[in-house]
């Protein structure tokens, strides 16, 4: 029996959105596969507020020790590269804006010197080195005229990696941009100075950041304190999305955070922790004035933090000895055996051992492990998060910390503790009487 007309046109149209609907469905799961192969952002957005999601990868890694600048997984930068850049700020009004000084034709044959490294030959020879140099002197010599050049090099974004060049360590800088970056501070003065703020401002490579906040702060100090947190900040937050090269390393940032932080900073390390459990705990310690001791012992006091818990209990007892409220919680938390049995060798050894710190080791990143006694270099895959410890050096404030090592073994009855404890105890006191 045939339908009706309106039967008919019914299913007609049924059939139609059951069609659109599939293509949206199919349209969806496709542009959703598409951002997790692109690599898909690692904070969710609830209302006006952001929260990082933590890492699966970190939840129970640990460092892994390596010997001289060797750092396992780490891919190496190219030679020569173009670096991405942030959203820019809005530009000032037109009659806000100052003219800008033309490069004078000297110095940009001299900056063109400097670029015009033959980079598919052999390696860069000691007489190429000493004459390339001889030109960045040239160009630095030149002072505030030479800003106008260095200025239009560092805009167009460009950079040669001098690691990724054979014989490149010949050169004496890291690379050409930081060699800019130094002349600006070797140059001084209010038009370099504006050229390095401007830099600052746009700028995403870590070590740049930590290169600028300290000649930033040398020239000017603390006048451009807010810029350089929040150039960090930016980034850090670039970093967790995605936004940034999954290889670079972010410790010029942390160490930016720790050296110019204030008690703001300790919520942002907080929030940042799940990602960087190293660099943000190290960062918490280093924080001047103590303000991160409260944000370590609310990590040290969370049983659902597993290895981030036993690292901010190593860094209170890093710290027990300059802060009073460090050394309490170590000791109230032993008292009410709230301490894994994991994590007591690493409170022996903050307290009586290695001292660990975010950033270069004192002897530079080309040297042996052997070079400083005791140094050890510490790596670690996820967030490619590298470190070093020392250890105490005799007279380290020996007596305070022997009196802490002390005050814990008589605060615990666990004989996983009293044995890390008193070998602790014994290493120190062999070290003082030294």
Not at 47 to 56: H, I, Q, R, Y
Not at 78 to 93: F, G, N, S, W, Y
């Amino acid at each position: 029996m045939k339908g009706s007309p309106h039967s008919r046109r019914f299913l007609i149209v049924l059939g139609l959105s059951m069609l659109v609907l599939a293509a949206a469905l199919a349209w969806k799961a496709t542009r959703g596969n598409a951002t997790l192969v692109a690599g898909s952002p690692t904070e969710a957005q609830v209302g006006e507020s952001t929260v990082l999601a933590k890492s699966p990868v970190d939840a129970g890694a640990e460092p892994q020790e390596v010997g001289g600048s060797e750092k396992p997984g780490v891919p190496k930068m190219p030679a020569i590269l173009r670096v991405a850049q942030p959203p820019t700020p809005p530009a000032p009004p037109a009659e806000a804006v100052e003219p800008r000084t033309v490069a004078t034709p000297y110095t940009v044959q001299l900056l063109s010197g400097l670029t015009n490294l033959d980079l598919t030959q052999n390696p860069i020879t000691p007489e190429q080195a000493e004459q390339w140099k001889n030109t960045l002197q040239s160009l630095t010599s030149q002072g505030a005229a030479a800003v106008p050049a260095i200025r239009d090099l560092l805009e167009r974004n460009w950079e040669i990696n001098f690691a990724g060049v054979a014989g490149g360590e010949l050169l004496g800088q890291n690379s050409l941009r930081s060699a800019l970056l130094n002349a600006l501070g070797q140059i001084g003065g209010p038009e370099a100075l504006s050229v390095m703020v401007q830099t600052l401002r746009t700028t995403t490579v870590p070590s740049e950041v930590s290169q600028l906040a300290q000649a930033l702060e040398q020239a000017a100090p603390g006048q451009y304190r807010q810029d350089i947190l929040n150039t960090a900040n930016q980034l850090l937050n670039m970093a967790g999305n995605g936004q940034l090269p999954a290889g670079w390393d972010m410790a010029g940032l942390f160490k930016v955070l720790q050296l110019y932080g204030d008690g703001s900073t300790a919520p942002l390390l907080e929030q940042l922790q799940p990602q960087w459990k190293y660099y943000t705990t190290l960062s918490l310690a280093g924080l001047p004035g103590g303000e991160g001791v409260p944000a370590l012992i609310r990590l040290a006091e969370d049983p659902a933090a597993g290895g981030s818990r036993d690292f901010a209990l190593q860094m209170l007892a890093q710290l027990a000895v300059q802060s009073a409220d460090a050394g309490e919680a170590l000791i109230q938390a032993a008292r009410l055996n709230q301490i894994p049995d994991r994590a007591w060798a690493k409170i022996a050894a903050g307290l009586a051992g290695e001292q660990y710190q975010i950033g270069t080791p004192p002897d530079g990143p080309s040297s042996s492990s052997q070079t400083t006694p005791g140094l050890k270099r510490f790596h670690i895959e996820n967030r490619n998060q590298n470190f070093y410890s020392l250890p105490l050096t005799a007279g380290a404030e020996a007596s305070q910390r022997l009196a802490l090592l002390d005050q814990l073994i008589a605060s615990t009855g666990n004989p996983v503790a009293v044995t890390a404890l008193q070998n602790a105890r014994l290493g120190l006191a062999g070290l003082s009487a030294k």
